[in-house]
């Protein structure tokens, strides 16, 4: 009697098995609805086998196999292996977090045809195959195929009238590479003009298609502007042409629609998925599908999208690699960028990174020569210079609800010119901070070490951590003063204080309350463009790649609070943060105008942003983490652990210490609160490990984790980080 084994949505580190009457070697990769305890539940088969550790008397059987989709291709487990080793998480659960919600269920999933818009044709292994090859009573198989070789090309509605059969057969044809699908174009009224390369980004494509068959990590490291993007879609017409697909990874933001305008424009007869979280489960499932059957050529996705099964895959491009949003923050915290890197390697095929701004780890690898480096120096546009960006002191230029005299005139002159301007302010809300002026008292969340922010329209103070809200006190709880008052800047209170200045302008702000409505996105980005808009107010969400070709002002309020932080990595991301906010003026034909408010001025941040000047600004800060042991020259993990009291955490934590047994260049740290104590009701703490061996630290981490696995821990919740960002 065959035996699976089968990875399970349970939180252990270990796989379960099954008997099943029918199973074999080829279902490896399918899902299996098996019994655990009371329930049924639905894993992935790892293993088929006939031995088991388990007493057969024991042994329960499975419900049953899914085999209404193909199995999970033999890469795709090996990378869902490769996470679980690295990232010390049940595989079963780094599977299930990789696979699209429907497919965690335990139902097999409908699955929608090939859409009516596709096309298909013989390719050039299909044209050789003789119809002989396919026996004489699979007569609608054959029809089909005579029908193939007739026609150049058959769309999907004149395969459905051969036979309702059809489409199966086309796919498992699809799955031979006999054939391929195509979308028929649709009415292209304008096709995208491809502009001539300029000198710098032909360099760039010519580096990295002459190796285009091999594993390589390419640093595309461009200024704002510089056309990273026309770079990337001229990579990946040759990977096309190779009839392979091409993934494109980029940050968790609203950059898809614009993205996928631009591919599907440059691309129209290539069959393009975009996932990304505006997605429900069944678009994200379809788009899932057509990926594994390598229909779809261009998968354009945000993080999760590397767990995209691939049969072609041939090239990936991580966009603003830097972005932090790469990470995920909870559950499996796995890098998409470096599994991307993982991918590529594993497929032996290029992997680029793009970014205006690199990660201080991707910058030194390209220093050390570990990856190649390509550069982009000026914009692509002719004429479109980068922005001049100036300090404005406000020491001697008292702000005024958070706006200095200078920036309000510079605001003003730019209206005149009928340019748009943005005034960017990293806090939404009204203000940060509710304060009594009397006693001090702050209004602050009982759930997290946080204050609650103002939120004025809806009358209301509200976490930003953990979504509580509550109503406005009339007066101070602890004093009982009545003159309790919003204190500082948000993006509601900027707004409202530029409609003062500028009762005609017309402003919008952009945050996360302001696109919370489908499609407002959408609008927003169509008002900025048809110039229904003279001044934007928003936070990091408008920073990130957004081309406005009418924007020549920046004005730029409190980044000083991240100067000095005692995050590490906190001037890194400050810098990459305003270099991407400054790249959104001038990109066109209008110059470009930054002015940063702030009370130092001198400060080195700031002295390299004016000189647009990145490589001092890492040079130095490269130079401080290696005085300070800090990545990248070390490598680091850590044991999080959280619960209801912080003496908890402390005490499991040093448990878990006196349970390690680190090697002479594995360093183990004292256990410490985190940064933000409180989250969510939980107290929270760490302990970091780090050495200057990525391998000697992944083989201590291992054996840790099982032993750590021992310790009772029904109180405390624990998860292993590596390669950690916050802290
Ligand atoms: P980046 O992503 O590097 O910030 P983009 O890819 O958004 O820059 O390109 C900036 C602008 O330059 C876009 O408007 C784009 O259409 C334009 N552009 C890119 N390459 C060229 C080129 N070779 N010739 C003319 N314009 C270009
Ligand atoms: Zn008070
Ligand atoms: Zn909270």
Redesign the pocket.
């Known amino acids: 009697m065959p035996i699976i084994r089968v990875a399970l949505n349970i939180p252990v580190d270990t796989l379960f098995d099954y008997q099943s009457n029918d199973a074999t070697q080829h279902d490896i990769g399918l899902r299996a609805c098996v019994p655990f305890g009371k329930k049924r539940v639905t894993g992935v088969i790892i293993a088929v086998g006939s031995e088991t550790q388990i007493s057969i008397e024991k042994l329960k059987s499975a419900h049953c196999i899914f085999r209404e989709i193909e199995p999970l291709p033999a890469a795709l487990l090996d990378l869902f292996h490769f996470c679980s080793q690295y990232y010390h998480h049940p595989l079963g659960l780094v599977i299930m977090n990789g696979l699209p919600v429907k497919l965690r269920g335990n139902k097999p999933v409908k699955l929608k045809e090939s859409s009516s818009n596709v096309q298909f044709s013989l390719t050039e292994t299909g044209k050789q195959i003789d119809l002989s090859s396919i026996p004489a009573r699979q007569r609608v198989a054959r029809r089909l195929f005579t029908e193939l070789h007739h026609t150049t090309v058959l769309s999907n509605l004149q395969a459905k009238k051969i036979s309702p059969r059809a489409s199966k057969l086309l796919q498992e044809w699809i799955q031979l590479k006999w054939v391929s699908a195509m979308l028929i174009p649709a009415m292209v009224t304008k096709a995208a003009k491809i502009p001539p390369l300029t000198a710098e980004q032909e360099i760039a494509v010519s580096a990295i298609t002459t190796d285009i068959k091999q594993f390589n990590t390419w640093l595309l490291h461009g200024v704002t502007g510089s056309g990273k993007t026309e770079v990337y879609l001229r990579i990946i017409e040759r990977v096309l042409a190779h009839g392979k697909q091409a993934l494109i990874l980029i940050p968790e933001i609203s950059l898809t629609p614009q993205l996928e305008t631009v591919f599907r424009a440059r691309f129209p007869t290539t069959h393009l998925v975009s996932l990304h979280s505006g997605l429900n489960d069944t678009e994200r499932l379809t788009g899932w599908i057509q990926a594994q059957r390598g229909e779809a050529k261009i998968i354009l996705g945000t993080r999760l999208a590397v767990f995209t099964p691939l049969p072609d895959l041939g090239l990936v491009i991580v966009d603003e690699e830097q972005d932090s949003s790469f990470k995920q923050q909870d559950g499996l915290r796995y890098s998409a960028r470096d599994l991307a890197i993982f991918r590529a390697k594993e497929n032996d095929i290029p992997v680029v990174l793009g970014s205006a701004t690199p990660s201080l780890e991707s910058y030194y690898n390209a220093l050390t020569g570990r990856y190649h480096s390509v550069r982009l120096l000026s914009r692509a546009i002719k004429n479109a210079a980068l922005p001049l960006i100036q300090c404005i002191d406000t020491r001697t230029n008292k702000t005024q609800e958070g706006l200095s005299e200078p920036l309000i005139k510079a605001l003003d002159r730019c209206l005149a010119e009928k340019h748009q301007s943005l005034v960017f302010i990293n806090r939404r809300g009204y203000a940060p901070a509710l304060l009594?002026k009397?006693?001090g008292?702050t209004a602050l969340c009982q759930r997290c070490s946080s204050r609650l922010v103002v939120h004025l329209r809806d009358k209301k103070l509200c976490c930003h951590h953990c979504g509580h809200r509550e109503n406005f006190p009339r007066a101070?709880p602890?004093?009982g003063?009545q003159d309790i008052a919003p204190f500082g800047q948000g993006t509601q209170r900027v707004e409202e204080t530029l409609a003062t200045h500028f009762p005609t302008a017309r402003i919008l702000r952009i945050d996360r309350d302001s696109i919370r409505r489908k499609n407002a996105w959408q609008d927003i980005l169509h008002a900025i463009h048809a110039q229904e808009v003279d001044i934007l107010v928003g936070t990091q969400l408008l920073a990130k790649g957004h081309d406005f070709p009418n924007l020549s002002l920046v004005g730029i309020l409190n980044a000083d609070s991240s100067l000095y932080s005692t995050d590490f990595r906190a001037s890194e991301r400050l810098f990459a943060q305003l270099m991407q906010v400054a790249g959104r003026a001038g990109r066109a034909n209008v110059t470009g105008h930054v002015l940063i408010q702030t009370e130092f001025p001198d400060h080195p941040l700031y002295h390299a942003l004016q000189k647009h000047d990145y490589d001092v600004l890492a040079k130095t800060l490269l130079a401080e983490r290696k005085t300070a042991g800090f990545p990248p020259f070390v490598y680091q993990a850590l044991l999080r652990a959280e619960a209801h009291n912080i003496a908890i955490v402390l005490d499991f934590l040093k448990q878990a210490a006196n349970l390690a047994n680190p090697p002479r260049s594995v360093e183990l740290f004292d256990p410490v609160p985190a940064q933000m104590l409180r989250l969510k009701g939980l107290e929270r703490a760490h302990l970091l490990v780090q050495s200057s061996s990525r391998r000697q630290l992944q083989a201590f981490m291992a054996e840790w984790y099982t032993r750590i696995n021992t310790l009772p821990a029904h109180k405390v919740r624990w998860v292993l980080d590596i390669d950690p960002l916050e802290f």
Request: proline share 0%; charged share 0%; with cysteine.
């Open positions: 009594c009397a006693c008292w101070c602890h004093c003063n």
